[in-house]
């Protein structure tokens, strides 16, 4: 028996070889089927190896359950495209073109699936997370504690085995380390890669992280607000075609903000749309002026204003965001509850037994508040100093990530309507604060912070109208590797926003600016520039300090303003709407 220890990057792991030659290491050795005689960690219960598929496409699938206990089963599936001694060619050994990709889930999933990247020649990885399926139900036992091996293996371990796993497998099948390491996700799998990128920094190169759902406890709660906005002021759902009826007057008032009229907002967090104060969206019979059988009664209208406004407790200081006017609203706000919406309030709550029914939006007549749930999820822990599945998104940083090189790009739509864009951006704008030399110099674009130095490695695109994980066409993963490999920065991309209209999107807070002359189809026609970050867009978004939702002060923190600056309009904006 002979003991070699893996070229990983990490003091991971320890090969133990059984009835293998001592030239096991030279390049391509090794058959698929005898990576199944491997124990490349301990920590694994079972590995099998055979070669999936046919022709110039074969690749080598291994199989792993790893697990530290009885009760932990996380699945890791590598797809290694065939090295020569399989049969592969055309790389740079075999059929393998030096390159790992990480492929990252979606909600409570895992992801299984491979096949794209070994047919691209990549060594592809994915994990269940430690359990089969989508149900998030399981992080919170039925006696109201926490499930902390399903959280722990979903939001951190599997992810982490699934990158250091493959490369050791990529090492050994090959005779070589791989060239360069990348992270593929979206939605969850946009958050595994800034996880991945903060808490394993030496592992990637490259992370393209679509739509991130960071924050998870906060915007999973927030995807409640508008069903506590309807009930207490709609007296129930407000039916999918008053919702979208109200959508499009909303998108109609604000469709011209960019200069141009063609029935999409390029920045919708600018559209200040109300259905109260738009009596064409009320009904007649309620003193609006609308025949449309769709229209709103006041209820409604004042219901679908807070939709957009997003949540607030009962000081009017904002919580977190929602949905924007004009963006689609009825995915979160529909008769069947968005299944990881209700889950969040159990989460929050610790019971899966709550019912958000009994709960307001700010605690009338003694009820539980909106704010207070938010609370109890910013303040539950599952681990020591560790929050549910998101402190990672809160507290972290790509410092390691940076120094070695690594680069991250990220892209979000602003129509996104299954996590928020302005949490992204939010997120965005924290850590090009980290990097501004200095946050108080304001940089004379509107507003202080200088994304110049975060740009250099961490670039986000923001699609108009674009909704969740869509990309409008555009090929984010060539670019990253353009990027990691020849040092070319992705400086804009023409993306199709909709059927015959294609733009330029930029890299924030950049957007396109029309030149006034020619097509407003033709993306030739448009340059990246001006400057998203104003005082009135940013400080309109300012929250309430994190793990203080029910009472805590104005949160400036990284924000470019302070409370001098805003002088505190978003509060008296919503002390106004709600009556006080």
């Known amino acids: 028996m002979r003991k070699l220890e893996l070229a990983c990057g990490v003091a991971l792991s320890t090969l133990v070889l059984t009835g293998l030659s001592n030239n096991a290491f030279a390049a391509a050795t090794l058959q698929c089927t005898q990576l199944a005689g491997i124990v490349f960690d301990p920590n694994i219960k079972s590995i099998t190896s055979a070669l999936s598929g046919s022709g110039a496409t074969q690749f080598c699938n291994v199989n792993i359950n790893w697990g530290r206990s009885a009760d932990e089963n996380i699945r890791i599936v ?9 049969g592969g060619t055309g790389g740079i050994e075999g059929r393998w073109n030096g390159r790992t990709q990480g492929i990252g889930g979606g909600g409570c999933s895992g992801n299984l699936g491979v096949t794209s990247a070994t047919n691209a020649g990549y060594v592809g990885s994915g994990t269940d997370g430690g359990h089969a399926g989508g149900d998030c139900e399981p992080g919170v036992n039925l006696d109201g504690t926490y499930n902390v091996t399903f959280i722990d293996d979903w939001s951190r371990v599997g992810i982490k085995q699934e990158i250091l796993l493959s490369k050791a497998l990529a090492n050994t099948y090959y005779g070589m380390r791989p060239l360069y390491n990348y992270w593929n996700g979206c939605s969850t799998g946009g958050r595994q890669g800034y996880l991945l990128g903060q808490e394993l920094a030496d592992e990637l190169d490259g992370i393209l992280a679509g739509a991130p759902a960071i924050y998870w406890t906060r915007f999973q709660t927030a995807q409640m607000w508008g069903q506590f906005a309807m009930k207490d002021l709609a007296g129930g759902v407000i039916p999918a075609a008053k919702q979208n009826f ?7 008032a604000c469709d011209s903000l960019d200069g141009i009229a063609d029935g999409i907002i390029d920045d919708p967090r600018a559209c200040k749309y109300s259905a109260v104060a738009d009596k064409g969206a009320i009904c007649t019979a309620n003193g609006g002026t609308s025949a449309d059988p769709n229209c709103l009664t006041t209820g409604q209208a004042q219901a679908m204003d807070k939709i957009w406004d997003g949540a607030r407790n009962a000081d009017g200081k904002k919580i977190w965001y929602h ?23 159990h989460w929050d709550e610790h019971d899966r037994n709550f019912d958000w029914h009994t709960a307001t939006l700010f605690g009338a007549g003694g009820t539980k508040s909106y704010a207070a749930i938010a609370q109890d999820g910013s303040t539950n822990q599952f681990l020591p100093g560790i929050s549910l599945a998101d402190e990672t998104d809160t507290v972290g940083n790509f410092d390691a990530f940076r120094a070695k090189g690594g680069k991250v790009l990220s892209y979000v739509g602003a129509y996104d309507n299954l996590i ?26 509107g507003g202080p912070i200088d994304f110049t130095n975060v740009q250099k490695f961490y670039r986000l695109f923001r699609i108009p109208a674009a909704g969740h994980c869509a990309t409008a066409g555009v090929q984010f993963f060539p670019a990253l590797v353009n ?43 448009f340059t990246c520039g001006g400057n998203l970050e104003t005082k009135e867009i940013v400080c309109k978004d300012i929250l309430v300090k994190y793990k203080h939702e029910i009472d805590g002060p104005l949160d400036y923190t990284n924000s470019g303003f302070t409370n001098g600056d805003c002088q505190r309009s978003d509060v008296a904006d919503s002390h106004a709407q709600n009556g006080k």
């Open 246 to 252: 109200a959508t499009a007057r909303a998108a109609a």
């Open 483 to 525: 990027w990691v490999e020849n040092g070319v920065p992705p400086t804009q991309f023409n993306a199709t926003i909709r059927p015959g209209i294609v733009r330029p999107i930029c890299p924030y807070p950049q957007t396109a600016i029309y030149s006034g002359s020619g097509s407003t189809s033709d993306p030739a026609n």
């Open 78 to 86: 590598v797809g290694l495209p065939n090295n020569s001694r399989d």
């Open 420 to 445: 928020m864009h302005r949490g992204v951006i939010k997120y965005y704008r924290e850590q090009g604060a980290r990097y501004t030399p200095s946050i108080a110099q304001r940089n004379g674009n």
């Open 323 to 345: 949905s924007d006017p004009g963006s689609p609203t009825t995915t979160w706000n529909g008769t069947n509850l968005f299944a990881l919406a209700g889950t969040q309030m």
